[in-house]
């Protein structure tokens, strides 16, 4: 069965501050994965996915993550936080379209807070 | 720019009530989710469809049901509500092709059941 670990359940960091963010992950074959970032009252944004290829991947608002399968890790990184990236933060794991049991999988999330 | 809407956003409702939370998306996305959010919790799926006339039970057992008519539309309903369903129920969609599995969500409906 997949799953996804999130072990930082809270966050705090200061603004201008770098930031990673953990996540790990258990699937029996390749795997896609995906960052999530959901703000206060709002649906899911996705922020970067990995599928194959470059095991370092960029995103939108200046996050970027890194696959390294030895260790069953996409962490997620931003070199300098901004008071608007507050938000929680979800981690998940899928499989190859087409399959019929093609699920997400989601962690638990990670809620960060900047401070000014 | 959200192109998968939900409505309503924000629901208050007495226990036993019938609701229906509404999910519309304008991708033509064959594939649709319902998902179940509770605080510090992963998001579990309850629902999910294909197609046209297709519906499966997701990962958590859930007493509301799907239906869908409609390739644009896939609206949960609870016959009779109980505070035990209160919870944000976040609806999603995909395109059927292949190596685009990304989901995109709609902004939520956050059901409180008194």
């Known amino acids: 069965a997949q799953s996804v670990t999130q072990p930082d359940i809270h966050i705090t960091v200061s603004e201008g501050a770098s930031l990673e963010l953990r996540c790990n992950y258990s699937?029996?074959?390749?795997?896609?994965l995906f960052w999530y970032v959901q703000s206060p009252g709002q649906g899911l944004q996705l922020l970067l996915k990995y599928f194959s290829g470059d095991t370092l991947v960029q995103g939108i608002k200046g996050f970027e993550a890194e696959f390294k399968r030895s260790q069953s890790s996409f962490n997620l990184r931003k070199p300098s936080v901004h008071w608007s990236d507050a938000a929680e933060y979800f981690c998940a794991v899928g499989g190859a379209v087409g399959g019929s049991n093609y699920k997400l999988t989601f962690g638990k999330g990670t809620l960060l807070t900047v401070n000014p | 720019e959200a192109d998968i809407y939900q409505t309503p956003r924000y629901l208050v409702i007495g226990t036993g009530k019938k609701i229906t939370l509404e999910c519309s998306q304008t991708m033509g996305h064959d594939k649709m989710y319902w998902y179940q959010q509770d605080p510090g919790m992963e998001l579990h799926l309850i629902h999910y469809s294909y197609g046209v006339n297709s519906t499966e039970k997701g990962d958590l057992s859930s007493e509301s049901t799907v239906s869908r008519i409609r390739t644009e539309h896939f609206p949960l309903t609870l016959e009779s509500a109980r505070p035990s369903h209160t919870s944000q129920y976040l609806c999603?969609?995909?395109?059927?092709?292949?190596?685009?599995?990304?989901?995109?969500f709609g902004a939520g409906s956050r059901l409180t059941v008194l």
């Open positions: 999603a969609s995909r395109p059927d092709s292949s190596g685009a599995n990304v989901l995109t």
């Open positions: 699937y029996g074959a390749t795997p896609y």
